[in-house]
């Protein structure tokens, strides 16, 4: 059997202004809910790559979400995911290493 590889190293997700950061979670919750988690975890800065989680399943809303965040927000991509509060990763281990939870505070 062959050697495993080491697992690649952490790497941080690019930084969001304080008023990104309102934005995004103010946006996001507006559909998700307030409990919503939302995490920042693509380390490319013209890539901004969040993850939702929530028990709320909202559809083909989810575009519009998006839509509303690539108004505001100035990047070369936005990549919005969203998964249910399961408890499994389900292909999401990426975001849960090296995710950033954007501050609750940042929502007032």
Same mark, same amino acid.
């Given at each position: 059997?062959?050697?495993?590889?080491?697992?690649?190293?952490?790497?941080?997700?690019?930084?969001?202004?304080? %008023?990104?950061?309102?934005?995004?979670?103010?946006? +996001?919750?507006?559909?998700?809910? !307030?409990?919503?988690?939302? #995490?920042?975890? @693509?380390?490319?800065?013209?890539?901004?790559?969040?993850?939702?989680?929530?028990?709320?399943?909202?559809?083909?809303?989810?575009? %519009?979400?998006?839509?509303?965040?690539?108004?505001? +927000?100035?990047?070369?991509?936005? !990549?919005?995911?969203?998964? #249910?509060?399961? @408890?499994?990763?389900?292909?999401?281990?990426?975001?849960?290493?090296?995710?950033?939870?954007?501050?609750?505070?940042?929502?007032?």
């Amino acid at each position: 059997m062959p050697k495993a590889h080491p697992p690649l190293p952490l790497q941080k997700p690019a930084p969001l202004t304080a %008023e990104e950061e309102r934005y995004i979670l103010k946006t +996001i919750r507006a559909y998700y809910g !307030d409990d919503a988690i939302v #995490r920042n975890w @693509g380390p490319d800065p013209r890539r901004l790559m969040l993850h939702v989680e929530s028990d709320r399943d909202i559809g083909l809303s989810r575009y %519009e979400c998006l839509g509303l965040l690539m108004c505001e +927000i100035i990047r070369e991509q936005i !990549d919005l995911q969203a998964s #249910r509060r399961s @408890g499994k990763w389900k292909g999401y281990k990426t975001v849960y290493r090296q995710g950033v939870i954007i501050p609750t505070a940042g929502s007032d």
